[in-house]
Antibody, heavy 118, light 114 residues
Framework: QVQLQESGPGLVKPSETLSLTCTVS????????WSWIRQPPGKGLEWIAF???????KYNPSLKSRVTISVDTSKNQFSLNLNSVTAADTAVYYC????????????WGQGTMVTVSS | DIVMTQSPDSLAVSLGERATINCKSS????????????LAWYQQKPGQPPKLLIY???TRESGVPDRFSGSGSGTDFTLTISSLQTEDVAVYYC??????????FGQGTKLEIK
């Protein structure tokens, strides 16, 4: 069974960069699509970006100027960088694997809470 | 962007009764070339990540109980729980994956026991 685990700092200062890594176990990064999704406290879900194992990326246009997603197939990991963060970026950040051939999200990590505060 | 609007925002149903959640998209998510609706449903319990229930609007994910069903096409979709169980208390989300790169979710529907 595929498992995903997010890791990274739980607290980031305003204007700095949020960096998270998702480690995939029980399966390979290839040949799948992988996404980052976030959920502000008490609110709904927002898709951030996806990456294919080859490195092809797509970003939410509302975040595109601040987001970078990357993949390291040798480590079975993919990562998210979100720069110039504000309090509005405070959320639980999830990594997820797409269901084969669809944009639905089949496997999810447990999520990691990131708070933006000085 | 395709806006997904769910109704109602919250719902209370008696155990064993039917629960129905609606999702409307601001434009069609039916792809004419393959006749598939690019629509998924998720269940999220407190403190847990969302769980995929339904994709292609009506295809049940492996392991999901058959009391969960999805229907609809184009812009109007429904998630039905035929006989509500206590473990079904959760927030339910619809999601469109028709437009790339802009997947969008509904605002969520909170389902409780009456």
């Amino acid at each position: 069974q595929v498992q995903l685990q997010e890791s990274g700092p739980g607290l980031v200062k305003p204007s700095e960069t949020l960096s998270l890594t998702c480690t995939v176990s029980g399966g390979s990064i290839s040949p799948y699509y992988w996404s980052w999704i976030r959920q502000p406290p008490g609110k709904g879900l927002e898709w951030i970006a996806f990456i294919y194992y080859t490195g092809t990326t797509k970003y939410n246009p509302s975040l595109k100027s601040r987001v970078t997603i990357s993949v390291d197939t040798s480590k079975n990991q993919f990562s998210l960088n979100l720069n110039s963060v504000t309090a509005a970026d405070t959320a639980v950040y999830y990594c997820a694997r797409h269901s084969t051939g669809t944009g639905a999200f089949h496997f999810w990590g447990q999520g990691t809470m990131v708070t933006v505060s000085s | 962007d395709i806006v997904m609007t769910q109704s109602p925002d919250s719902l209370a149903v008696s155990l064993g009764e039917r629960a129905t959640i609606n999702c409307k998209s601001s434009q069609s998510v039916l792809y004419s070339s393959n006749n598939k609706n690019y629509l998924a449903w998720y269940q999220q319990k407190p403190g847990q990540p969302p769980k995929l229930l339904i994709y292609w609007a009506s295809t049940r994910e492996s392991g999901v109980p058959d009391r969960f069903s999805g229907s609809g096409s184009g812009t109007d979709f429904t998630l039905t729980i035929s006989s509500l169980q206590t473990e079904d208390v959760a927030v339910y989300y619809c999601q469109q994956y028709y437009t790339t790169p802009m997947y969008t979710f509904g605002q969520g529907t909170k389902l409780e026991i009456k």
